[in-house]
């Protein structure tokens, strides 16, 4: 199916992150990738959206650092737990765009995913690095083999005012990307003016939305959870904040197609959307997320994915009986 210039292969996708690069590089411990996502078929989604990559690698809040042991697995939990919280209905994350960068992506992991349709998340801090990314990944695949490339300028956690190099991420890197460019948008930003600018620039669609900025911190000693202080909060405590972001952009008159992400796990989460005026909807923490004693649970929540997806490919564009045709 098509949103706009964008080829998928339905209208299911997953977010940005939450299934790493779409591959492991450590068959043992499948580092990067969730314990639920080894039972899904990635292939089968609409697309696979990577994490956020930058020009060069980063450490960001946590570690770029994949070649864990099992004896050292405490460590890694202990780390988890400085950028990655459950809290009320949802996630509180800090990761800070760790990731291996372009360059290693594009050689390492890309190659790997063949199989699966790809929308490449691209994070910089200014124009020429949003430039640079979007060369790169030019350089490296040919037209039409990834659906999109995905410009994160709405990112809490690297603490870094997007609004700043907004316009000219828009006006020097979309012109220059042989592929088809999704902004993601922030319901804490100016969604709705972010959204006209994009559409201005000739953004293919829109992705709504990244996380939400949240706090929380230990009751008794005031210490933030997070060693960042701040992060996003994801998960469904945000679906409604979500639902409320894509009928503004509706009722502001925006046309370009929208991908909804933001607290979705069910069927009728992706109806809800639909609703709302998205034309496709994205799998976020559902796909990863869950207590450590809950990962031995991941076959089942797998299935549970399994049926998400199964629903949305059988109908289309009507997700259940009844919903909006879009
Ligand atoms: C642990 C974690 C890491 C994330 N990393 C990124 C990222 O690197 N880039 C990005 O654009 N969004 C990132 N996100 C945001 C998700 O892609 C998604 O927009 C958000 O979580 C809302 O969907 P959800 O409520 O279904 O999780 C991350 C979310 C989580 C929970």
């Known amino acids: 199916m098509r949103l706009g210039d964008i080829v998928l292969r339905n209208r299911l996708v997953t977010s940005s992150s ?5 591959v492991s590089n450590t068959p043992l411990l499948p580092y990067g ?3 639920i996502s080894l039972f899904v078929p990635l292939a089968e989604f609409g697309a696979v959206t990577t994490r956020t990559l930058t020009v060069e690698p980063r450490e960001g809040h946590f ?3 994949d070649d864990w042991s099992l004896p050292e697995l ?18 509180i994350n800090a990761f800070g765009w760790c990731n291996v960068g372009i360059d290693a992506y594009l050689r390492d992991y890309y190659p790997r995913t063949r199989d699966q349709r790809v929308i ?3 994070g910089g801090f200014s124009a020429e690095e949003f430039v640079t990314l979007v060369d790169r990944v030019n350089a490296v695949v040919p037209v039409g083999d990834i659906a999109a490339v995905e410009l994160n300028v709405s990112c809490h956690n690297v603490n ?7 316009q000219d991420v828009l006006d020097e890197a979309v012109p220059r990307s042989n592929h088809p460019v999704i902004l993601k948008l922030s319901p804490d930003n100016d969604y709705l003016r972010n959204a006209q600018q ?7 669609a829109l992705t709504a939305i990244n996380t939400v900025k949240a706090l929380r911190l230990d009751p008794r000693t005031g210490t933030p959870l997070l060693a960042n202080r701040y992060g996003g909060l994801s998960g469904r405590a945000i679906k409604p904040i979500g639902l409320r972001v894509v009928s503004e952009l509706r009722e502001a008159g925006v046309t370009l197609p929208i991908i909804a992400t933001g607290g979705i796990r069910t069927v009728d989460d992706c109806r809800e959307y639909f609703w709302a005026g998205a034309d496709a909807v994205s799998l976020g923490s559902a796909t990863w997320l869950a207590s450590y004693p809950g ?7 797998a299935l549970h994915v399994r049926r998400v997806l199964r629903a949305i490919r059988r109908h289309g564009a009507r997700p259940v009986r009844g919903g909006p045709a879009r």
């Open 18 to 22: 939450l299934l790493g690069y779409g």
């Open 33 to 35: 990738m969730s314990p």
């Open 63 to 65: 570690t770029t650092r």
């Open 74 to 91: 405490p460590g890694l939990l202990r780390r988890y737990g400085t950028v990655l919280r459950g809290t009320d209905g949802g996630w």
């Open 120 to 122: 490449i998340s691209l």
């Open 160 to 166: 870094f005012d997007f609004s700043t190099i907004l």
């Open 198 to 204: 994009a559409a201005k620039a000739g953004v293919s």
């Open 295 to 301: 990962y031995a649970l991941a076959p089942v929540r």
